[in-house]
């Protein structure tokens, strides 16, 4: 049984995430740099789209009624007026008995409300053709306001903006949207063993290897990670980092001193450095049982084991649904990426311990996918290297067994 002193995670995110305030300040920007961004607001249509009414099809825009009863033993018969160009309004008006010939995307002309197909049609001449089969009215045909209406939301409050979204904004002519600020979040590296990543190793020194995998983790949840440096263990050093970190972010990671030891001074710290202080002090989790977090003149801030596989564990079950609430992200048209798998061999855990496995898929012969447990301790980088998603093992169970169907969040 895992030690009850440790707080179980759903009970750990309830506790920050009740402690964080809401959503971020909105910034207006063009729609040229909101990929990925959040929709602060609801986004309305200003006008119609298309705006004109416009055919789905190339073959010949007419009046769906000459076509009634039409079939090709006994066809219509329909003198072609006139041709529509791309990109310019037909100025002539299309009579009973008459058709234009139409290319996909082309505005409809005055007197036509229907488009007959190029394959339901027969040339007789150049300037008739045989109808083989009726049009329905609207056939073919997109309607003015059959994309988007005037006034009608287009993206709502909360949304990430995809290339589509921008493509529908771009076509609306809207040039710039209300999005939410991006998250700063500050990374504090602690540690005497800890040197920068370009540096030369003496026994018993490590590069960097956390900051760079928090920036990126930071980056893709749409946050702006800001590294902050490399700092000595000492009490005052790391607590005037922490200082300088809480004033001008919205979120403080601390990398390292967060199990017990001499060094290990984190939650010290975070007491120490203002209003709020710590929540919690070591979680039902594996990786990352030691993480601590706290509130610090009201940012969230979070001691973060050092070793990576935790850092990537703790920063996906906390740190990112902080960020999600920052951004008022709406979680209805939010979605994880997972995959359905079954593990290729048994896992044991703990009871009362919410274990993260490290896995890596491999593509079975029948299409489906086997879940590979990447074994290795959680200090070694290589064992995230080589996964490619996590599989959760609930708190309530003692692993799981070879051949079980397992979801897997991808990375």
């Known amino acids: 049984m895992f030690d009850k002193k440790y707080i179980i995670p759903a009970d750990a995110l309830k506790l920050i995430l009740d402690a964080v305030p809401g959503v971020l300040s909105s910034e207006s920007i063009r729609i040229e740099e909101c990929l990925g961004r959040i929709t602060a607001s609801d986004i309305y249509s200003i006008e119609d789209l298309p705006g004109f009414a ?30 529509v160009f791309m990109g310019l309004q037909p100025l002539f008006e299309v009579g009973a008995g008459e058709a234009a010939r139409i290319p996909t995307g082309g505005m409809m002309p005055s007197g036509t409300d229907a488009v007959i197909m190029i394959e339901h049609a027969q040339i007789v001449s150049d300037s008739e053709i045989e109808v083989l089969r009726p049009a329905a009215f609207g056939e073919n045909v997109i309607q003015p306001d059959e994309d988007i209406k005037k006034g009608a939301i287009v993206l709502g409050r909360g949304q990430k903006l995809r290339p589509q979204d921008l493509g529908a904004l771009a076509g609306l002519g809207i040039l710039e949207a209300e999005v939410v600020r991006k998250p700063l979040v500050s990374i504090i590296s602690t540690g005497d063993e800890i040197v920068p990543h370009g540096s030369s190793v003496e026994p018993g020194q490590v590069r960097d290897i956390n900051s760079f995998t928090l920036a990126g983790l930071i980056s893709e949840e749409g946050g702006l990670a800001v590294k902050k440096g490399i700092f000595r263990d000492g009490f005052d050093t790391i607590k005037r980092a922490l200082d300088s970190a809480a004033a001008d972010s919205d979120i403080v990671l601390i990398i390292g001193g967060t199990s017990v030891g001499v060094r290990d001074m984190t939650a010290d710290i975070i007491n120490d450095s203002g209003y709020g202080g710590v929540l919690f002090h070591g979680v039902a989790l594996k990786p990352g049982k030691p993480l601590i977090a706290g509130i610090v003149n009201d940012r969230p801030v979070f001691g973060l084991p050092g070793h990576p596989a935790a850092v990537v564990i703790c920063f996906d079950t906390f740190v990112r649904p902080i960020i999600s609430k920052m951004l008022g992200i709406d979680n209805s048209r939010t979605f994880r990426r997972f995959l359905n798998a079954r593990m290729s061999k048994g896992v044991a855990s703990a009871a009362g311990r919410q274990d993260h496995v490290r896995v890596h898929i491999e593509t079975e012969d029948s299409g489906g996918y086997t879940a590979v447990p990447v074994m290795g301790k959680s200090g070694l980088i290589t064992t995230l290297v080589r ?25």
């Open 387 to 411: 996964a490619d998603g996590v599989v959760v093992i609930p708190r309530n169970k003692l692993g799981l067994d070879a051949g079980e169907d397992v979801t897997v969040n991808l990375f």
């Open 54 to 83: 416009r055919s789905a099809v190339d073959g010949y825009a007419v009046k769906a009624s000459d076509t009634y009863g039409a079939r090709e033993t006994l066809p219509a018969y329909i003198k072609v007026k006139d041709e």
